[in-house]
Nanobody, 127 residues
Framework: QVQLVESGGGSVQAGGSLRLSCKASGYTDSRYSMGWFRQAPGKEREGVAA???????RYTDSGKGRFTISQDNAKNTLYLQMNSLKPEDTAMYYC?????????????????????WGQGTQVTVSS
């Protein structure tokens, strides 16, 4: 059973920065693509950024240019550095693990493919 625990959310003013962290446990191999999703009130959950087996990142328009995803394999921790935050970035941010069956894992941003979710961490950006 994979467990994902997010931290680092909070309230910031527009233009500010936050770094989210996701501590993963419960698996010992690289069968999962790790990523970040977010969900604003009244909206569907959407992908923000994901990373593949080789450390290559993939972003949706929501995060491109302002967000950076990274991971520390030694610490089993995924990060999302968010800069130049906007009020429209306000949402609950979720860490996600998508099983790819082993071997190379492409960066996955499709929520329907996600096998495990974290509990979420709230990000609020005020204008």
């Amino acid at each position: 059973q994979v467990q994902l625990v997010e931290s680092g959310g909070g309230s910031v003013q527009a233009g500010g920065s936050l770094r989210l962290s996701c501590k993963a446990s419960g698996y010992t191999d690289s069968r999962y693509s790790m990523g970040w999703f977010r969900q604003a009130p009244g909206k569907e959950r959407e992908g923000v950024a994901a990373i593949d087996t080789w450390g290559n990142a993939r972003y949706t328009d929501s995060g491109k240019g302002r967000f950076t995803i990274s991971q520390d394999n030694a610490k089993n921790t995924l990060y999302l550095q968010m800069n130049s935050l906007k009020p429209e970035d306000t949402a609950m941010y979720y860490c996600a693990a998508t099983n790819c069956g082993g071997g190379y894992c492409p960066a996955s941003l499709e929520s329907y493919r996600v096998n495990y979710w974290g509990q979420g961490t709230q990000v609020t950006v005020s204008s």
